[in-house]
């Protein structure tokens, strides 16, 4: 018999370094390029060279176009004293990417009495590679399709700041989108898959559009925060300007919130969101304009935008504790969302979930990037972002 468990536990110490042979490799040479990092002052040579930039109104980035889009790159270029004033300021905003993604957006604020200012927006988007798999909670993961998206919008804005952190305000605007078989040869294109079906927004679409938002941020940090909340409302009505029939109205809303578990950094991490959409009389929705869950803003464990309909909510739970003392941090999570036609049919059995661990490297004073592993019943999924969002 003891010669049995013996036996028995030598092929279990043979078997277990095996097995953990990969994380320890891992662990080992990110042990080392951290320590590189420390000895060589790599982080504080990157926050004298950002604090440089910054100062002549420059602020680099990487990513910043959404998930899948490629490795992206840009900058924003922000100019303050205006026509002379020194309370007007514009911004102009260039990315682009690996694949192909574009971004340019043109900002102007200023001032007008009191806590009132006027906030003008131009912006352009060039999408090529965006996915979608049909309407409802149910469809499967076969039913995926590759299509192009362009839309432009411009809108102005009148709001107020209403206390620490917190504005309200009246948009309004037009937007226009166009819609192409989509630039990824290793997926079924957009028209082959969905051409046929009466789909609202499957030729584009121009739409003028009004509405109301309220934000509060309460949070210490806007990059890597250990206390407060941020909540965000908005109320949109769509109207088309062309011969579709579309028209609805959209009302989003987003709670993060943040509680300290201890001293030693070790905090407590929620968000909730939720994007509602109701149609106006028998008008019908634009496919892209579809609340969508999937990828690293919600179910981290499926693709992005794995799930779409007219309405959505979503949650997430983190758990976050540093591993190397303000350079990295650890953040084991769970989410959990769901889509459904009406917000009457969101039930707790249509929920999808998934689960997994997140690495956050960051410096004194920014968070450089974010990347998540994520498991769930469509399999694992890692997900890199250079300007996590939560």
């Known amino acids: 018999m003891d010669s049995a468990r013996r036996a028995k536990q030598a092929k279990q110490e043979g078997i277990e370094?095996?097995?953990?042979?990969?994380?320890?490799?891992?662990?080992?040479?990110?042990?080392?390029?951290?320590?590189?990092?420390?000895?060589?002052?790599?982080?504080?040579?990157?926050?004298?060279?950002?604090?440089?930039?910054?100062?002549?109104?420059?602020?680099?980035?990487?990513?910043?176009?959404?998930?899948?889009?490629?490795?992206?790159?840009?900058?924003?270029?922000?100019?303050?004293?205006?026509?002379?004033?020194?309370?007007?300021?514009?911004?102009?905003?260039i990315r682009t990417s690996s694949k192909l993604y574009q971004h340019f957006g043109l900002d102007f604020e200023a001032p007008i009495a009191g806590p009132l200012f006027f906030r003008a927006e131009t912006l352009y988007r060039n999408r090529p590679q965006e996915d979608f798999f049909g309407i409802g909670i149910a469809v499967p993961e076969s039913g995926r399709a590759d299509y192009k998206l362009q839309d432009r919008t411009v809108s102005a804005s009148l709001g107020s700041r209403i206390g620490r952190g917190?504005?309200?305000?009246?948009?309004?605007?037009?937007?226009?989108?166009?819609?192409?078989d989509g630039a990824n040869g290793q997926v079924r294109s957009f028209g082959h898959v969905y051409g046929s079906a009466d789909l609202p927004g499957s030729r584009g679409g121009e739409h003028l559009f009004y509405g109301a938002w309220l934000s509060a941020d309460r949070r210490d940090s806007n990059w890597d925060p250990k206390r407060g909340a941020l909540l965000r409302l908005s109320a949109t009505s769509f109207d088309s300007v062309n011969h579709q029939d579309t028209g609805w109205l959209n009302y989003r809303f987003e709670v993060q919130a943040y509680r300290p578990l201890s001293t030693a950094g070790h905090v407590l991490a929620v968000r909730v969101l939720g994007d509602f959409n109701s149609r106006k009389g028998g008008s019908g929705i634009p496919f892209f304009k579809l609340a969508r869950?999937?990828?690293?803003?919600?179910?981290?464990?499926?693709?992005?935008?794995?799930?779409?309909?007219?309405?959505?909510?979503?949650?997430?739970?983190?758990?976050?504790?540093?591993?190397?003392p303000r350079f990295m941090d650890a953040m084991p999570f769970f989410d959990i969302g769901e889509v459904a036609p009406t917000p009457g049919e969101l039930s707790w059995s249509g929920l999808r979930a998934s689960w997994g661990v997140g690495f956050k490297v960051k410096t004194l004073q920014s968070?450089?990037?974010?990347?998540?592993?994520?498991?769930?019943?469509?399999?694992?999924?890692?997900?890199?972002?250079?300007?996590?969002?939560?």
């Open 17 to 93: 370094p095996v097995l953990l042979y990969p994380l320890r490799a891992v662990g080992n040479g990110l042990e080392r390029g951290l320590i590189r990092v420390e000895n060589e002052h790599l982080r504080e040579r990157l926050e004298d060279w950002i604090a440089r930039l910054s100062a002549h109104g420059i602020e680099p980035g990487l990513g910043g176009l959404g998930e899948g889009a490629g490795l992206g790159l840009g900058a924003r270029l922000s100019r303050k004293h205006v026509l002379g004033s020194r309370s007007i300021e514009a911004g102009l905003t």
């Open 166 to 180: 917190a504005e309200a305000g009246l948009r309004f605007g037009y937007t226009s989108a166009r819609v192409f």
């Open 293 to 324: 869950i999937g990828g690293h803003h919600s179910l981290r464990g499926y693709r992005v935008n794995r799930f779409a309909d007219a309405n959505a909510v979503a949650a997430s739970l983190e758990y976050r504790y540093p591993i190397w």
């Open 367 to 390: 968070a450089l990037l974010r990347f998540d592993v994520a498991l769930g019943p469509e399999g694992a999924r890692l997900h890199l972002k250079f300007a996590p969002e939560f």
